[in-house]
């Protein structure tokens, strides 16, 4: 069987191979022609708001028509479709429907979480399914109200993902190789975000974003370490929580909430979360900062910001078109607003300064954005479309 390698560039999850929107790439172009970046290649998709994962040469996501979801394999050089697959029912709503979740790429198999809660796992070559389980059939999931939006996480042996089902099954973890449950844990209502997992006082645990907490659960048996309210209207927990060094976890979300940190401690009897800091600094409604050092860079609703994450105060204000998402690379942010306008800033928090400006797409482009190669992959409403952001490997090897 045909096993697709994973490239020391690839974004193989949701906003990267540390799910903070950070990559490790060089190289990136400092301008741009008039007419913006270079287009490499557009592809038409279906509806759907799932971002793009890039490995070993691929482009995944997921789309839906004619009454179902699918998840999609394109070529990374070309744009050409190389299969498509059938994974669930389509679920449609006011905002247009189709599948949330971004899939997740490891060891040659996709990872691909639908908007009515099924995981299906898909062999990356050939699209062959290998596994797929209904998760409000089997442990009772519920679907929220905008539909299943948290992008399934790989640790270890075990996908780990929220699934919100009652009577201690609210988070879940299932054998990577065969999709039995492994365990079930919490009782909590689902919210939109995806989890992070993160190393706290030695313990590796699964960072959750539930309705209304922040909850901290062991990897190996799920169990619960700790929480912390956090309510927004309507349930959208839907920006991912975001790790600070030295033990802290940094959340927010939308609807005039704003944000907080919390440094995570390890006591005597257990876990506890103490709030440094919280304000409405920060608003993230769907897509979340990213963190360079001390400082987060996001969208505060529609304005965009730097923030010192360990007082919380901020840096500098800045346009940069409708409130979207952005990546951390070479010492810039690329950031995609809501609109399809596509901006590269400085990372500093001396001053907003964009350097290049343009208008990518021209149609709704919530999903974030990845980046692998020196080229962006930008999911739109209707169309992928890889534009080239950076000097090509062997050119920035050369640079390097």
Known sequence: MLTLPVQADDWSQYRGPQRDGRSAETGLLRSWPADGPQVLWRAPLGVGYSSPAVAGGRVFTQDAAEGREFTVAFDAAGGKELWRRATGRMRA???????????TVEGGVVYSLGAMAVLTALDAASGEVRWSVDLRQELGARVPRWGVAGSPVVEGGRVLLQAGGGRGRSFVALDKATGAVQWTSGGDLPGYAAPIVVTLADVRQAVF??????????????????????????DVNAAIPIFVPASGIFVSSGYDTGAAL???????????????????????????????????????????????????????????GTKGSLIWADGHLLVLAGDGFLSLV???????????????????????????DGVLYVRGWGELVAARVGQPPAAASAAR
């Open 93 to 103: 709503d006011a905002e247009g429907g189709g599948p949330r979740a971004t899939p």
């Open 209 to 234: 974003f539930t309705a209304d907490a922040v909850v901290g659960v062991a990897v190996a048996d799920g169990e619960r370490l700790w929480s912390a309210p956090w309510r927004t209207s309507f």
């Open 262 to 320: 919390l440094q995570v401690v390890k006591e005597s009897d257990g876990f506890e979360p103490y709030q440094i800091w919280r304000s409405r600094v920060l608003r993230s409604h769907y897509n979340a900062a990213v963190l360079d050092g001390q400082y987060l860079y996001g969208f505060d609703e529609s304005i965009l910001k730097c923030v010192d994450v360990l007082s919380g105060r901020e840096a500098w204000r800045g346009r940069a």
């Open 346 to 372: 400085e990372a500093t928090p001396d001053g907003f300064l964009s350097l290049a400006e343009a208008r990518l797409l021209r149609d709704r482009t919530w999903a974030a954005p990845a980046l692998a």
